[in-house]
């Protein structure tokens, strides 16, 4: 659910200004799980003249049959540049989770402080000086565009969600022209599309220098302007359900699978990926000692992956007792996660892995996260990876989220399931580091080849 709030905040930064008050849909499978209500007028903050902008999404779906209501309100003040001022965030879920979010920036320097049902955070960036930051490709490239030319654009940005400055690249294209039908009405919108510095694919509908519709078909999901009196419309979907993945074979017991190959199909964009798996089944002499020499980007801490936490190193430190090298370190850290962690629904909100080592509550992203922390106060890089895992018991694929380390070559680990080895239906999809989008919903796989340990 946190990477709903993530769409469709980028959209709607990208969506109308087509007056001063007005409704946004989103649909997900073409089915409408999302609402949002956007407000602007003239305000004062700090001082100066300000747009106050006002924003009140919801969204209501299923997840495993059981009905989830959340609200977002946000407000941000924004000056005659468009440049960002201030931006206060309230989420709250019929699932208890909540989060409280306040970031200010400045010319130099971003503030930022939120609290969540786990604990609070107060953080302060510099503002780098190589790029431009804060900007609008959209906007830059409607203004500066020349028909059929495409421009590519760098900048940084800040994630609210992850709490870090992010580097961005956007290619945008005029591609051709389309009819829109929203709201009542038919616009004649310019069709721009955007490939993001990961590859994915985006596609804006732009009438009159706004946008009527913004498409992003990798992940199934659509945003477009609505009638203010649809917005407590919403279609049934449980979100659980329709992003299992069915299997054209079935596979006893995933967890003696060496050898897996074949190829996963979006079927909203027809794009084919191809896989051939094998597990890492690795001898823990051969590893390196710790701490480990290389790598060094997968050891830094963030807000999240605290592992500069005391609390997360004396754990580390701990539960580490005793390995003999690298590869023993990850495996007994994997072992203490998973007696740790009480595997249960734990929000999904922006949580730090101090947090999560307190609660003890969470599902696979929360392990994984706990995890990377964990083995990267040892001086071990690791990093969380992000795809699709056959279900124990099942008959399919879900998403799941897991781990990989550094011991003299990238193993890895799964700290939710804790088996032996991560077995090869553990299909990769991303890394969160690079990129935590994974599309999960209208996808087909079909193997062509299981190999089971005899």
């Not at 468009?82 to 699932?95: P, V």
């Not at 909540?98 to 010319?107: D, G, L, N, P, S």
């Not at 961005?168 to 721009?192: F, H, N, P, Q, R």
């Not at 399931?417 to 796989?445: C, G, P, Q, R, Y």
Request: net charge negative; proline share 4%.
């Amino acid at each position: 659910m946190k990477r709903f709030w993530l769409i469709i905040a980028l959209l709607l930064a990208a969506l109308p200004a087509l007056c001063d008050e007005f409704c946004t849909a989103m649909y997900l499978s073409g089915r409408k799980i999302g609402t949002s209500i956007v407000k602007s007028s003239p305000g004062y903050f700090g001082g100066k003249a300000v747009t106050d902008t006002y924003t009140v999404t919801r969204a209501r779906f299923k997840n495993g049959g059981v009905l989830i209501n959340s609200i977002e309100s946000e407000t941000c003040y924004t000056d005659n540049d468009g440049k960002t001022l201030f931006r206060r965030i309230n989420s709250r879920s019929s699932d208890g989770t909540f989060a409280k979010t306040e970031v200010r920036y400045t010319a130099e320097k971003i503030f930022f402080k939120t609290e969540t049902r786990d604990g609070k955070t107060e953080k302060t960036f510099d503002i780098p000086k190589d790029l431009p930051f804060d900007i609008d490709p959209l906007d830059r490239y409607i203004e500066d565009t020349v028909e059929g030319e495409a421009r590519s654009y760098e900048y940084y940005t800040f994630d609210t969600d992850k709490a870090e400055i992010l580097k961005m690249k956007d290619t945008l294209e005029y591609i051709g022209d389309s009819e829109v039908e929203a709201a009542g009405k038919k616009y004649e919108c310019a069709v721009i599309k955007g490939i993001d510095k990961n590859g994915h694919t985006s596609y804006s509908y732009i009438s009159g220098g706004e946008v009527v519709k913004s498409e992003l078909p990798d992940e199934s999901v659509t945003v477009v302007i609505d009638l203010p009196e649809n917005r407590n419309r919403f279609d049934d979907y449980d979100m659980t359900e329709e992003s299992k993945i069915a299997s054209d074979v079935k596979i006893e017991d995933p967890e003696k699978v060496i050898a897996m190959s074949g190829s996963l199909t979006n079927t909203a964009t027809g794009k084919v990926t191809a896989f051939d798996n094998k597990a890492i089944i690795m001898n823990p002499a051969e590893s390196l000692p710790y701490p480990v020499k290389g790598e060094e980007k997968y050891l830094k801490a963030t807000t999240i992956i605290d592992c500069d936490n005391p609390e997360i190193i004396a754990f580390a430190k701990k539960h580490a007792a005793g390995a003999k090298n690298s590869y023993e370190a990850c495996d007994k850290l994997k072992e203490a996660v998973f007696e740790l962690m009480d595997f249960e629904e734990s929000g999904t909100e922006m949580q730090k892995a101090g947090d999560i080592l307190k609660s003890g509550k969470g599902v696979c992203r929360h392990a994984s996260l706990l995890y990377t922390a964990l083995v990267r106060s040892l001086g071990i890089p690791c990093r969380q990876v992000l795809g699709i895992a056959y279900i124990p018991d099942g008959d399919g694929f879900g998403g799941h989220a897991w781990a990989e380390c550094y011991v003299g070559k990238w193993v890895p680990f799964d700290p939710t399931w804790n088996s032996d080895f991560v077995d090869a239906t553990h299909i990769k999809l991303a890394e969160s580091e690079v990129d935590d989008a994974v599309t999960l919903f209208d996808m087909t796989i079909k193997i062509d080849k299981v190999e089971v340990m005899k």
